[in-house]
């Protein structure tokens, strides 16, 4: 029995640095990108955000995240981006910018997938920015009309897209919440 234990003593160094030269070097660069992203989301809450700044952090980000990691979180992060640059009011950038990740993320996770909706959202959004921005500075209607299409074509197919149980989900919390607030006794 002592020889076992001598033996595991003597071979636990052994574990420790197998996983610190392979898995632990990835695991020490997700911790390091989790703490990047609270610091990214505390500018981001910040009174007056620094959008530039924002877009930097997340091309750092980008930059830290290990080769290997699962492409949901670099989408994620893409999308963040896109919003920031959308705030930053470079519409045409971000139009670009979502298209494209729309397009990679209907590929790789699917046209219902979560992340493929939230980048159609936010793509439906950008147009709705660039046709209101073009339309507020007196463009002419043919230059406005095809973004304010596209936004239409967009929300149309999330609206025609969406899970019969979600949208009965969410037409229960609404009908709860428009309960509360009708029998809500007034002081």
């Not at 996983?19 to 009174?47: C, D, P, T």
């Not at 074509?153 to 899970?163: M, T, V």
């Not at 919440?177 to 006794?185: G, H, L, P, S, Y």
Request: aromatic content about 10%; some cysteine.
């Amino acid at each position: 029995m002592r020889k076992f234990f001598t033996l595991l003593w003597l071979l636990f160094p052994v574990a420790v640095v197998y996983y610190h030269f392979n898995q632990g070097q990835v695991q020490v660069a997700r911790e390091k990108a989790q703490a990047h992203v609270v610091a990214i989301r505390e500018l981001e809450r910040a009174k007056e955000p620094d959008w530039e700044l924002i877009v930097e952090e997340y091309d750092k980000l980008t930059a830290e995240l290990p080769a290997e990691e699962h492409p949901l979180v670099r989408h994620q992060i893409r999308l963040a981006k896109a919003k920031a640059r959308l705030q930053m009011l470079d519409i045409a950038g971000s139009i670009t910018d979502l298209t494209t990740l729309l397009q990679e993320c209907a590929q790789t996770h699917g046209d219902d997938a979560k992340i493929t909706r939230a980048v159609r959202e936010m793509l439906g959004k950008a147009h709705y920015y660039a046709t209101y921005l073009l339309k507020t500075n007196g463009a002419s209607e043919e230059e406005w009309r095809p973004f304010a299409e596209r936004t239409r074509q967009i929300f149309r197919y999330l609206a025609e897209h969406q899970d019969a149980a979600a949208l009965a989900e969410y037409e229960r919390r609404v009908e709860t919440e428009f309960q509360k607030v009708m029998f809500r006794k007034t002081p």
